[in-house]
């Protein structure tokens, strides 16, 4: 398990404390924390810090979470410069807190703004930003069954100015949500539509960059998914309409009866999940033949009723590892395997929370203890 110092590659800057004036009293946060959902929940605390050019970034502070002063001409609202991140702290079972590689966080969070033009955050800065909020907001964690609490760092262009250019100002925060289940249906198998109207990203564009406009973009076939009684919809390259993707907001993973699996290759229309990246390295160490290749949805359907794929699984830090049990189109839908949970889903999944969680050997040095 590594340490933060180690994670850190620069000297952590100081964290002005603002104190909060009313912050949500014992009994109502107990309340709230029963039953928390995903992203509806809210801790008391945020983290802020602003970047101006010629001064770079600025003194950061922690204070109470609340409503953004922002300008009407704010750069973000004309011209969209803004990027996210999504990570977890977890409970320990020593009851200490932790992170799942914040660094490949970091590292993926500065790779967005060199896509959009925006200042990069030194590492420790964003872990630094991360733990501040932990601590402040450590009773913020849901006891309920694989609860977390879910983090999000984000930085957007809030400089007042509305000619097209790099804005010169940006802010920087982290927000946290206490979180349970992502799929609000519970299922242990979820069930997905295949877009062939829309598509998620077009090579040269934003879609390995982790930004609110691939997000927008998803929304309507993600709607038309959910009027079709489906949880999630899944998308195929732009160019010839043929090929797996990703879904709305996860990456995807195929399990073949010879024993292998496979996933889409990252080739600047997929986002290069932390989760996907992980699971790789876990399917490795298990001596499981793990390819990268383009995956048609021609070849989905028809190694599915051959009998050929046996499972496939969507994964991402919101929902983890998710079994896909059905798969729906335009021209009919189809079952993988017995449309629930895999058996290798289910162990690929239950060795990444047991380190998650600090309840097996971390071999690959993910975990970071802040707590």
């Known amino acids: 398990m590594a340490t ?5 590659r620069m000297d952590m800057p100081a964290f002005t404390r603002i104190p909060h004036p009313a912050p949500t009293p014992p009994e109502a946060r107990r309340a709230l924390l029963a039953d928390p959902g995903f992203g509806k929940v809210f801790s008391d605390h945020m983290v802020r810090i602003v970047w101006r050019e010629g001064e770079g970034w600025g003194d950061a502070e922690i204070g109470p979470r609340g409503p953004i002063m922002l300008d009407p001409a704010a750069a973000v609202l004309h011209y969209a410069q803004e990027i996210f991140e999504g990570l977890k702290a977890y409970r320990l079972a020593d009851g200490g ?8 966080n970091a590292a993926r969070f500065n790779a967005s703004a060199r896509r959009l033009a925006m200042p990069e955050l030194p590492e ?3 872990i630094g930003a991360i733990r501040e909020l932990v601590a402040a907001d450590g009773e913020w964690f849901p006891p309920v069954d ?10 957007f262009a809030s400089e007042a100015f509305l000619g097209v250019r790099p804005a010169k100002e940006y ?6 949500s206490p979180a349970g289940n992502y799929f609000k249906s519970g299922a242990p198998a979820v069930s997905i539509w295949v877009s062939e109207d829309y598509t998620r990203a077009a090579p040269g564009g934003t879609g390995a960059a982790k930004c609110g406009g691939n997000y927008a973009a998803s929304l309507v076939p993600q709607a038309e998914a959910i009027a079709r009684g489906h949880d999630q919809v899944v998308f195929l390259d732009a160019a010839e309409r043929r090929w797996i993707e990703e879904l709305g907001g996860m990456n995807v993973f195929f399990a073949f009866a010879d024993g292998s699996l496979m996933t889409p290759p990252l080739s ?15 399917a490795r160490d298990e001596g499981l033949t793990v390819r990268e290749e383009r995956y048609g949805i021609d070849q989905w359907r028809g190694d599915a009723a051959s009998g050929k794929l046996l499972e496939a699984f969507a994964c991402g830090t919101a929902a983890v590892v998710t079994s896909i049990g059905k798969v729906a189109s335009a021209e009919g839908e189809f079952t993988i395997g017995s449309g629930g949970p895999g058996q290798l889903t289910q162990r690929l999944r239950q060795r990444l929370v047991a380190i998650q969680r600090g309840e097996a050997p971390d071999p690959h040095g993910w975990v970071v203890r802040i707590g």
């Open 268 to 282: 600047g229309t997929i986002l290069p999940g932390i989760t996907r990246e992980s699971l790789l390295a876990l």
């Open 146 to 155: 694989g609860g977390s609490l879910y983090l999000r760092p984000f930085m």
């Open 171 to 176: 802010t920087f925060l982290v927000i946290a």
């Open 124 to 126: 420790a800065l964003f």
């Open 97 to 104: 807190t932790a992170l799942f590689r914040p660094e490949a």
């Open 4 to 8: 933060l110092a180690e994670a850190a």
